[in-house]
């Protein structure tokens, strides 16, 4: 019997070697993006444990290009820096970047890649999106989004009003537009202090720390197998509670369905899918089982309550900072609105609303480098090669402070969408891209725009909002990682408009 005896130096160095030559044969074969130097196995460490990989994306990109290539560890991702690389990727080679890059917590928060957003291009995908995008469509059909989204509001603003002192406007915005996801996904109105809806805010909080941070297992996966970090176990735990509670919610509406009776998303998800069952594509719903459907739910209820909240923290604070221009909204929504209360119908009369709701878009940076991407196939960008299976990052907040396109883009500036008559310019800024573009824009946007806005109206006709004598806006950014910035926490005063009282 031999004993062979393998040291973790051997094991190192032979990892290493084949990393080089693999490397050189890549090079070889392909013109490949150029990028920074780095540790092999460890890649531009410095660079991807930053918080504000964002930035140093852009400063590197000022030497190597818009299309910067960086090692994740093992792994080496390609990051898109201007807005002309971005549509290439997107718009012009069409599904070539459509792909989604396998990750071990990405795959365990979608079991398996069954959800819209995470899920790879395939022809289950677009089915998935398919039906996805008809249930919108029945569930924007009418008044019930604009009437679930004033009801909800009404009882937090209420409790906004009852508040005398200085207090932290977030912790009311989270909770109203948790209220309103609930209500949209579950057709469930609840008391303000429900404890299902707070515990299913502190769940996705817990996630969004843990997830915003990264797990070693992403970068390593077969760790989770072998030595599972505590920060997994905690994962696995906080996903579970995740799914048990969004399951429970499904079997009810399976239990209670009636056909042509539209109570919530939920609801429309499950008409949708009779639909296509009455199409009689039955070898294609096969792969479109009731896990997909609770994916797709999880999709619209925590990407829709994520970014819709930071979305309005955003706004709020710049409304705090801008006083002046909070007080020409107001005056825009009285009148439109008279004695009324805002409205859908009213939407294409909010112009300079919608456009400090634009501007909160670009300079509120809740989309970070977004969801990445990956080549399902050989392609190019930028006059470099994109193997297959290279993971690719859009930067949207280098698209969002590219001074080609931003005249001061570190400044907060609603008029820059307006035209000389103050009404919304007809075309949307060009390097203007907060719900990506392509095969991969994101699904909700056309709920996200009316809903964001409907919010954004109410608050400012209700609320004259300012921060506490003395203390000046606070310019410093809560970073989350990979490129995810909100507000430092602030607190603000809120005093009842005189023809609200």
């Known amino acids: 019997?031999?004993?062979?005896?393998?040291?973790?130096?051997?094991?190192?160095?032979?990892?290493?070697?084949?990393?080089?030559?693999?490397?050189?044969?890549?090079?070889?074969?392909?013109?490949?993006?150029?990028?920074?130097?780095c540790i092999p196995v460890i890649g531009n460490y410095s660079v991807y444990t930053s918080l504000e990989i964002h930035k140093k994306a852009v400063e590197l990109s000022k030497n190597y290009g818009p299309v910067l290539s960086l090692s994740f560890g093992p792994q080496t991702w390609i990051i898109l820096n201007n807005i002309?690389?971005?549509?290439?990727?997107?718009?012009?080679?069409?599904?070539d970047f459509a792909g989604r890059p396998k990750f071990a917590s990405g795959d365990l928060f979608t079991e398996g890649g069954k959800d819209i957003a995470f899920s790879t291009?395939?022809?289950?995908?677009?089915?998935?999106?398919?039906?996805?995008?008809?249930?919108?469509?029945?569930?924007?059909?009418?008044?019930?989004?604009?009437?679930?989204?004033?009801?909800n509001?009404?009882?937090f603003l209420d409790k906004m009003a009852e508040e005398k002192e200085p207090f932290c406007a977030k912790d009311y915005i989270d909770l109203m537009v948790f209220h309103q996801l609930y209500t949209i996904c579950f057709g469930e109105k609840r008391a303000v202090e429900d404890p299902e809806v707070k515990g299913l805010l502190k769940l996705d909080e817990d996630l969004l720390n843990d997830l915003g941070s990264g797990v070693l297992e992403d970068a390593f996966?077969?760790?989770?197998?072998?030595?599972?970090?505590?920060?997994?176990?905690?994962?696995?735990?906080?996903?579970?509670?995740?799914?048990?509670?969004?399951?429970?919610?499904?079997?009810?509406?399976?239990?209670?369905?009636?056909?042509?009776i539209n109570r919530d998303?939920?609801?429309?998800?499950?008409?949708?899918?009779?639909?296509?069952?009455?199409?009689?594509?039955?070898?294609?719903?096969?792969?479109?089982?009731?896990?997909h459907l609770v994916q797709t739910i999880s999709d619209i209820f925590f990407a829709g309550v994520d970014t819709t909240r930071m979305t309005m923290d955003w706004f709020v604070y710049f409304m705090t900072k801008h006083p002046e221009i909070q007080s020409k909204c107001q005056e825009e929504i009285d009148r439109v609105v008279g004695s009324g209360i805002p409205s859908m119908k009213n939407r294409n009369d909010f112009d300079l609303t919608e456009a400090c709701l634009f501007e909160t878009l670009r300079m509120g940076n809740v989309a970070g480098l977004g969801v990445p991407h990956m080549t399902i196939c050989d392609s190019q960008v930028g006059g470099y090669d994109i193997p297959?299976?290279?993971?690719?990052?859009?930067?949207?907040?280098?698209?969002?402070?590219?001074?080609?396109?931003?005249?001061?883009?570190?400044?907060?500036?609603?008029?820059?969408?307006?035209?000389?008559?103050?009404?919304?310019k007809p075309t949307r800024p060009d390097s203007w891209l907060p719900f990506s573009a392509g095969r991969r824009v994101c699904l909700g946007e056309n709920v996200a725009k009316p809903e964001l806005l409907l919010m954004c109206a109410n608050i400012l006709q209700r609320f004259e909002i300012r921060l506490p004598d003395g203390v000046k806006a606070n310019p410093e950014y809560k970073m989350m990682g990979f490129g995810l910035e909100l507000p430092s926490e602030y607190k603000v005063i809120v005093k009842e408009r005189a023809k609200n009282r």
């Open 1 to 37: 019997m031999i004993n062979v005896s393998i040291n973790t130096q051997t094991v190192l160095a032979g990892v290493s070697i084949g990393l080089v030559v693999y490397y050189v044969i890549k090079r070889m074969r392909y013109r490949l993006p150029p990028g920074p130097r």
């Open 221 to 260: 996966p077969y760790f989770k197998d072998i030595f599972p970090t505590a920060k997994w176990k905690k994962l696995v735990s906080k996903i579970e509670e995740l799914y048990a509670i969004l399951r429970a919610k499904f079997k009810e509406h399976m239990d209670t369905f009636e056909p042509g």
């Open 265 to 291: 998303f939920t609801d429309s998800l499950l008409i949708a899918r009779q639909e296509a069952e009455n199409e009689g594509d039955e070898a294609a719903l096969e792969k479109l089982d009731d896990t």
């Open 84 to 95: 002309d690389v971005v549509l290439e990727a997107m718009v012009k080679r069409k599904a």
């Open 121 to 151: 291009y395939s022809p289950t995908w677009k089915l998935h999106r398919k039906i996805a995008g008809k249930a919108l469509r029945h569930y924007l059909q009418g008044n019930l989004l604009e009437n679930m989204i004033q009801d």
């Open 153 to 155: 509001m009404n009882k």
């Open 388 to 424: 297959k299976g290279t993971t690719v990052m859009i930067n949207h907040w280098a698209l969002h402070h590219d001074p080609k396109y931003w005249k001061d883009h570190e400044s907060f500036d609603p008029y820059r969408y307006l035209d000389e008559n103050g009404k919304m």
